[in-house]
């Protein structure tokens, strides 16, 4: 038992570093659902692929999100299904244009402290200060436009609906990281299970064995 | 058939007997707890490891320009590749969560001393091993933490005097981390887990040897060993299981705990991440390195603080059996080199602001101390505790040990 609580206790202390750290970020919960992450899948395609790339991911892999053929087919307006997700911006024109080339965002959901929360706040921290100038909260200077708009929105209701882009935006990413998740989840139940039931199994088998020494 | 089978193979390989004693007739204390499950379990992960790295290797690339590509190929194309990755990945933490528990174990109840003391030894060749691999291994994802790690502990050789340069370059086969040191830590990331099965053999030899320690600290009599088969091949298991219950919901359920984000992110040579931190087994010792102001004074007291272990039972003089259980003074310097080992590896993951320093010397010099005190304190403390009468089962416990070895049992 004491073993178990060492472990447990040094486990804790190295997942709760990046919760502390994430603080700052919008506390949302990223959706997973089928609807979003067509949405955010649309929005990647249309949005973010102009700048951007998903370098690890091809066309194909979006029919794993339930789409319809006809949705299907023009999401990927004619590409291959074996072509990757790349921009439309050439990574040396995107470097003239920007001085940067914009990251590839196959991995952006777990390559930032907060992963998609992180992105989340990113795109809804856009402002507009008085002198006309648009700006980041989380990243001042950022060279990323305000694509969703989210600076100029000017009702209430104009921002939640931007919101709820960005949260679809963020799905899509997530799932884009971590393609495999329900596939994996899905096993893992019935590893679990099957181990839990084993060890039941093994510490009845061992009491038994060990009564014999009496 | 079978039986004539054996015979011929008895005739020129020992198996029978070979099976008989270190298997159904090695004796082995009954009054192990679970705390002795630990080095089955190390046995354990580092056959994961060599299986799943074999796998893993198959479908790996040791170039700068495809090592990143090649992981992601891995993790999503190749069947079940992200299964083979987590395990592997989760495998490394799961390995030295083991090894730091076995030796946890083997500091509270003493299990280093005599005459067990080139088990200690050989189990300390065996977690610089370790650290070597995983640090090599940790490498080859080519992320943004991997490059700027190998970068920071390859440049603490330069503090080495005289030869402080070339010995960089010579590691790194390079003037920076590149190619030549992806290439090079690839071959011996696969190599050094060989070299490490052979140690855990020498390990094992040392142990059928001498036998296995034991919750009071003395040999038992024959009356109190019982065969490692069947006993302890079932707890072994149920132990292994209930582990891998603990490791999987890792691997399924969270795999990129142990994953910092900054390594998500391709190699870049020429953008430093805000903060470079390494893999949590490391922190501790990082910890010490960055509470000593002088590079060359940092990474000697880092080196020394992984060796000292080895001291051992040379600085513990007590002659009382059974480790901290019957002793308080050292109960209670190993619960404080505990939580000591926990303060640094928190600093280790924290910036190095003005009290992360002041708080790392502090915890630095009670990690050294603690050692450095040890043969004074265990002689005091047992001078104290023979003056005040020793508890009663502990003097049971010496003379039944007293009797044994007068009858020559």
Known sequence: MRSLRVLSGVLLATTMMPVVMAAVLADVEIPSDEASLQRGAQLATSVCLGCHGFKYLRFGNLQALGFSDEQFDSLRAGQDLDAALDSYTPADVARDLYGVVPPDLSLMAKAREGGPHHVYTLLTSYYTDESGVTDNHLLPGVRMPDVLGYSSAATPGERTELERQALDVVAFLSWAADPKVEQRERLGYFVLGYLVLFAALLYVLKRRIWARLG | ?409
């Open chain 2, 1 to 409: 058939m079978a039986s004539t089978l054996l015979a011929w193979i008895n005739r020129r390989f020992p198996f029978t007997s070979f099976v008989r004693n270190e298997l159904t007739d090695y004796p082995v204390p009954r009054n192990l707890s679970f705390w002795w499950n630990f080095g089955f379990l190390a046995g354990f992960v580092l056959l994961l490891q060599i299986v799943s790295g074999v796998f893993l290797a198959m479908h790996y690339k040791p170039d700068v320009n495809l090592a990143f590509d090649s992981v992601q190929h891995i993790m999503r194309e190749v069947e079940y590749g992200w299964l083979i990755r987590y395990l592997h990945s989760t495998g490394a933490s799961a390995f030295f969560a083991v090894i730091y528990l076995h030796m946890i174990r083997t500091l509270y109840y003493g299990s280093y001393r005599a005459p067990r003391e080139l088990m200690w030894w050989s189990g300390q060749v065996l977690l610089l091993l370790i650290m070597a691999t995983a640090f090599m291994g940790y490498l080859l994802p080519w992320g943004q933490m991997s490059y700027w790690g190998a970068q920071v502990i390859t440049s603490l050789f330069g503090a080495t005097p005289m030869i402080g340069e070339e010995l960089v370059l010579w590691l790194r086969g390079d003037y920076a981390v590149g190619d030549a040191t992806l290439n090079r830590f690839f071959a011996l990331h696969y190599l050094v887990p060989f070299v490490l099965c052979v140690m855990v053999l020498i390990h094992l030899v040392a142990l059928h040897h001498v036998k296995s320690s034991n919750p009071s600290g003395i040999d038992l009599a024959a009356k109190d060993n019982i065969p490692f088969h069947p006993y302890f091949t079932i707890k072994d298991l149920f132990g292994m299981v209930v582990f891998a219950v603990m490791f999987f919901a890792v691997v399924f359920f969270a795999p990129e705990t142990f994953i910092e984000e900054a390594n998500n992110v391709p190699a870049d040579p020429l953008q430093t991440p805000p903060h470079i931190v390494p893999e949590w087994y490391f922190l501790p010792f990082y910890a010490i390195l960055r509470a000593i102001p002088d590079t060359l004074g940092g990474a000697a007291a880092m080196t020394v603080s992984v060796l000292i272990f080895a001291a051992m039972p040379l600085l513990d003089r007590s002659s009382l059996p059974g480790g901290a259980r019957y002793r308080p003074v050292y109960r209670a310097m190993f619960y404080l080199f505990v939580m000591d080992v926990l303060v640094l590896g928190y600093l280790g993951t924290q910036a190095p602001e003005a009290w992360v320093v002041v708080v790392g010397r502090v915890a630095t010099i009670i990690y050294f101390s603690i050692f450095l005190l040890l043969p004074w304190v265990s002689k005091i403390e047992e001078r104290w505790l023979r003056r005040r009468g020793l508890p009663t089962a502990l003097q049971a416990t010496m003379a039944s040990e007293r009797r044994q070895k007068a009858s020559g049992v």
